[in-house]
């Protein structure tokens, strides 16, 4: 069984930063690219941004760029979410995810999920 287990969420102010962890548990899972989402109160989970396991490349939905960014190590199976400054919008819960298939866009379909970390942006 494979796990995937976020850490990093917490309480912070508008403007600061966090950065998110999802780390890879159980056994060899072979994945092409881990995925960001989120899911605000009252609100359906969206998109946030992926990353290419092999290659590195990261893709990020509009509302996020240049001040989010995705990186991997694949020596630790870990995918991070480097998050700065943070709106009180950001505030959601954040989910990661893995995908065994390239696909063809980065928000195709994910084949495992963790639990969620939250993370909550004082104005």
């Known amino acids: 069984q494979v796990q995937l287990v976020e850490s990093g969420g917490g309480l912070v102010q508008a403007g600061g930063s966090l950065r998110l962890s999802c780390a890879t548990s159980g056994r060899t899972f072979s994945r092409q690219r881990m995925g960001w989402f989120r899911q605000a109160p009252g609100k359906e989970r969206e998109f946030v941004g992926a990353i290419y396991w092999s290659t590195g490349n990261a893709y990020y939905a509009d509302f996020v760029k240049g001040r989010f960014t995705i990186s991997r190590d694949t020596a630790k199976n870990t995918a991070y979410l480097q998050m700065n400054s943070l709106k009180p919008e950001d505030t959601a819960v954040y989910y990661c995810?893995?995908?065994?298939?390239?696909?063809?866009?980065?928000?195709?379909?994910?084949?495992?999920w963790g639990q969620g970390t939250p993370v909550t942006v004082s104005s």
């Open positions: 995810a893995a995908a065994r298939s390239i696909g063809l866009r980065p928000t195709d379909s994910y084949d495992v």
